[in-house]
T-cell receptor, first 117, second 113 residues
Framework: ETGVTQSPTHLIKTRGQQVTLRCSSQSGHNTVSWYQQALGQGPQFIFQYYREEENGRGNFPPRFSGLQFPNYSSELNVNALELDDSALYLC????????????????FGEGSRLTVL | DQQVKQNSPSLSVQEGRISILNCDYTNSMFDYFLWYKKYPAEGPTFLISISSIKDKNEDGRFTVFLNKSAKHLSLHIVPSQPGDSAVYFCAASDGNSGYALNFGKGTSLLVTP
């Protein structure tokens, strides 16, 4: 069983640029969530996709957008990058909205570390 | 606003002793609470969870206690092992508002031999 994979693992951008991060969900999982983890903080919910539709969004501006594809893989796009966007971006998948065993459990990838200069 | 709080950034425990990690929350609508463990350069991995209708859940060396009246939960690790050294995140979800996890800032546990 292949776990959640994310790419790229590290990248450096400059202010104002745009970035796309990619995530392949675990086999059998139809729900993908994205989280931002700034240094010294816990992960913060960005949004969730279920069957290709956005199903919830955290307190992030519209320049954070996403997609989910028919194979349930997902992309996170961030436009007009700001210095504060520097963080670890975590993708998590689950077998349904409620997570595994209806507990909200998510399966996380290793993350994409974005540095904005 | 931080709805899940872990007020101890770090904890050091000797091997074989008990580790107790604490977590407080403010949202009474949370109905599931989870603990995740994170090693450097890896994503968080699920450790144990508890429903709001229970006050204790045990899985091997790990036990989570929930005190709803105090809006407090704790993770007990007995006995602690050096491999337990990691950052532990407390998280909570409210199923009625979707299943986004609200995380605390984490507690870094160091288990020394």
């Amino acid at each position: 069983e292949t776990g959640v994979t994310q790419s790229p693992t590290h990248l450096i951008k400059t202010r104002g640029q745009q970035v796309t991060l990619r995530c392949s969900s675990q086999s059998g999982h139809n729900t993908v969530s994205w989280y931002q983890q700034a240094l010294g903080q816990g992960p913060q919910f960005i949004f969730q996709y279920y069957r290709e539709e956005e199903n919830g969004r955290g307190n992030f501006p519209p320049r954070f957008s996403g997609l989910q594809f028919p194979n349930y893989s997902s992309e996170l796009n961030v436009n007009a990058l700001e210095l504060d966007d520097s963080a670890l971006y975590l993708c998590a998948s689950s077998p349904g909205l409620a997570g595994a065993l209806n507990t909200g459990e998510l399966f996380f990838g290793e993350g994409s570390r974005l540095t904005v200069l | 606003d931080q709805q899940v709080k872990q007020n101890s950034p770090s904890l050091s425990v000797q091997e074989g002793r008990i580790s107790i990690l604490n977590c407080d929350y403010t949202n009474s609508m949370f109905d599931y609470f989870l603990w995740y463990k994170k090693y450097p350069a890896e994503g968080p991995t699920f450790l144990i969870s508890i429903s709001s209708i229970k006050d204790k859940n045990e899985d091997g060396r790990f036990t989570v206690f929930l005190n709803k009246s105090a809006k407090h939960l704790s993770l007990h690790i007995v006995p602690s092992q050096p491999g337990d050294s990691a950052v532990y995140f407390c998280a909570a979800s409210d199923g009625n508002s979707g299943y986004a996890l609200n995380f605390g800032k984490g507690t870094s546990l160091l288990v020394t031999p």
